[in-house]
């Protein structure tokens, strides 16, 4: 699936990205494939791809984002290196490694990589970066401040995929075809052939027999089979793309579970507000009411943000500012009664805050430790300390105020602790591996989170204990669970309908209920607290 505009993003000041492809279907498994013992010879077809199909600039200089330590050891290569091309040039060193992206959140992904590289020396004054996936922007931003810093003035960031926004905007079916879609919904799909052969997918691509051919001879010898041809295909007949991107933007928009309603019931239905973030790159804080309408913006312009916590009284909210992508310096507290805002911190990496529930405490993450400020004086102090390779993040207090739980990241393994603030010592939540984004129950018995399982995410509930278990959301459905004031639903990002939205599901049988089917993309809610 080609991009539109080739994925043209604006990551910083002086710092752009292009993508050559949509980070999905068989752009997503050449991409993987190449990564696999023995098939990493596929790397450098993939580079000349690359280069072929964005418009690099004439004469600027071709480096490469470095990989991990601990990649250059399971791999024995630097993938990127070999997309680069012979030509390329080191201009970068990798001086930290940092829990590997896919085991985090979106928001944790931004400022992970801040401070993993630096230059090898003075930097050319424009230089192209070369990767091989572009999901948040967060590492190459990384990457090309370190170039800034060393001399550079502009930098292109080419990858061969983009994920995140990008491909969302690539496979988004605009409006009017999803209607005419939704009509068609109850036809039965049109059979599909038992055996496809791979002159047949590049006839219907509009390529030639002798070079569909040829190149699944080529792609064959490298072992990744059938797939590598579908990319050269879609190479050669990107008008044609578009097509199979529809088809499934179509799957994806008809599909709807047997458990969700189009409205909530009478007796059982969830009460009260649900803050939460629009936009694609910066976003604003809407709300909206959990029965549905029209969502109301509460900030304005949008910003780079990170995470809202409710104050117990419901009267404020705090969240995380980021002066540029990927660096949030600035926690702000909205009044929404009036509108006007304060800055509490300014200049320190802060994100994710938890408002405690029984006093005037923020916990937040930053650095890779949790910290915890006071909504007064702003004052800040340290709860966690971690090692150079492991992140702590996500807190969330219990309902007494006495207790956090938040989630621990080392390389690509994460679980839940928890910290009893008497003790600062904190533990480890037992059977909670592959855990993250956790949210403390009103009842202080359970713990909700996001199961990771290969960068993809469902909710799932532990005891705090961790003696049981619930699933509540499949693989791949939901992120970032919030409890609602009585505990008896959990509002969550869910990615059912192709799209961003908010979904709420009912804790005791599973049902739920869309609360937001924008277009645009809504994430991190925040249920707001019910007052007398």
């Keep these: 699936m080609a991009l539109p505009d080739r994925g043209f993003a604006e990551l910083g000041p002086g710092t752009a990205a292009m993508g050559a492809f949509a980070y999905h279907g068989v752009v997503a498994e050449a991409v993987r494939g190449m990564k696999v013992a023995g098939r990493h010879a596929a790397a450098a077809s993939l580079g000349a791809l690359l280069r072929q199909r964005l418009p690099l600039p004439a004469g600027w200089p071709i480096t490469w984002v470095p990989s991990s330590r601990r990649r250059l050891r399971e791999r024995g290569v630097e993938l990127p290196r070999l997309l680069a091309g012979r030509s390329a040039v080191p201009l970068l060193r990798r001086v930290a490694d940092r829990p590997d992206q896919t085991s985090l959140d979106a928001a944790a992904r931004?400022?992970?990589?801040?401070?993993?590289?630096?230059?090898?020396?003075?930097?050319?004054?424009?230089?192209?970066?070369?990767?091989?996936?572009?999901?948040?922007?967060?590492?190459?931003?990384?990457?090309?401040?370190?170039?800034?810093?060393?001399?550079?003035?502009?930098?292109?960031?080419?990858?061969?995929?983009?994920?995140?926004?990008?491909?969302?905007?690539?496979?988004?079916?605009?409006?009017?075809?999803?209607?005419?879609?939704?009509?068609?919904?109850?036809?039965?799909?049109?059979?599909?052939?038992?055996?496809?052969?791979?002159?047949?997918?590049?006839?219907?691509?509009?390529?030639?027999?002798?070079?569909?051919?040829?190149?699944s001879r080529a792609a064959r010898r490298l072992g990744l089979g059938?797939?590598?041809?579908?990319?050269?295909?879609?190479?050669?007949?990107?008008?044609?793309?578009?097509?199979?991107?529809?088809?499934?933007?179509?799957?994806?928009?008809?599909?709807?579970?047997?458990?969700?309603?189009?409205?909530?019931?009478?007796?059982?239905?969830?009460?009260?507000?649900?803050?939460?973030?629009?936009?694609?790159?910066?976003?604003?804080?809407?709300?909206?009411?959990?029965?549905?309408?029209?969502?109301?913006?509460?900030?304005?312009?949008?910003?780079?943000s990170s995470g809202m916590a409710w104050a117990p009284d419901g009267s404020r909210f705090a969240y995380a500012v980021g002066v540029s992508k990927g660096g949030f310096g600035l926690l702000r507290i909205v009044n929404v009664a009036t509108g006007s805002e304060r800055t509490l911190v300014r200049g320190r990496r802060t994100s994710e805050p938890s408002w405690s529930p029984v006093d005037e405490q923020i916990a937040v993450s930053g650095d890779g430790d949790?910290?915890?400020?006071?909504?007064?004086?702003?004052?800040?102090?340290?709860?966690?300390?971690?090692?150079?390779?492991?992140?702590?993040?996500?807190?969330?207090?219990?309902?007494?105020?006495?207790?956090?739980?938040?989630?621990?990241?080392?390389?690509?393994?994460?679980?839940?602790?928890?910290?009893?603030?008497?003790?600062?010592?904190?533990?480890?939540?037992?059977?909670?591996?592959?855990?993250?984004?956790?949210?403390?129950?009103?009842?202080?018995?359970?713990?909700?989170?996001?199961?990771?399982?290969?960068?993809?995410?469902?909710?799932?509930?532990?005891?705090?204990?961790?003696?049981?278990?619930?699933?509540?959301?499949?693989?791949?459905?939901s992120f970032g669970p919030a409890w609602s004031p009585d505990g008896r639903f959990l509002a969550m990002l869910s990615q059912r309908s192709g799209n961003d939205d908010i979904l709420v599901v009912r804790v005791s049988d599973g049902r739920r209920w869309r609360v937001t089917k924008d277009v645009a993309r809504d994430s991190d809610p925040a249920w707001r607290p019910v007052t007398d």
Aim: contains cysteine.
């Design 110 to 215: 931004r400022w992970a990589p801040v401070g993993s590289f630096r230059p090898l020396g003075a930097t050319p004054q424009r230089i192209v970066v070369i990767d091989d996936v572009r999901a948040t922007g967060a590492t190459a931003l990384a990457a090309a401040e370190a170039l800034h810093a060393g001399g550079a003035g502009q930098v292109l960031v080419a990858t061969l995929a983009a994920g995140g926004d990008a491909a969302r905007r690539a496979l988004r079916p605009d409006e009017s075809g999803l209607r005419r879609r939704r009509r068609r919904s109850r036809v039965a799909p049109a059979p599909v052939p038992s055996k496809v052969r791979v002159t047949d997918i590049g006839s219907a691509m509009g390529v030639s027999v002798g070079r569909t051919l040829a190149c």
């Design 370 to 477: 949790l910290w915890v400020i006071d909504v007064g004086t702003g004052k800040y102090g340290r709860l966690t300390t971690t090692r150079p390779t492991c992140w702590d993040a996500h807190p969330s207090w219990s309902p007494s105020g006495q207790s956090l739980v938040f989630t621990r990241a080392c390389l690509e393994r994460s679980w839940l602790m928890r910290l009893d603030l008497d003790s600062q010592d904190p533990v480890r939540v037992p059977g909670s591996r592959g855990a993250s984004q956790p949210a403390w129950s009103p009842d202080g018995k359970t713990v909700a989170y996001k199961r990771n399982v290969e960068g993809r995410g469902g909710i799932r509930l532990i005891s705090v204990d961790g003696s049981k278990k619930k699933r509540l959301t499949g693989i791949g459905e």
């Design 226 to 304: 059938i797939r590598l041809a579908l990319v050269c295909g879609a190479v050669m007949a990107a008008g044609c793309t578009s097509e199979s991107a529809s088809s499934s933007g179509r799957a994806r928009a008809d599909s709807e579970s047997a458990g969700e309603s189009r409205s909530p019931s009478s007796r059982y239905q969830p009460e009260g507000q649900i803050a939460f973030f629009r936009g694609d790159q910066a976003q604003s804080v809407f709300m909206v009411g959990v029965a549905g309408g029209r969502p109301a913006r509460l900030t304005s312009p949008p910003k780079y």
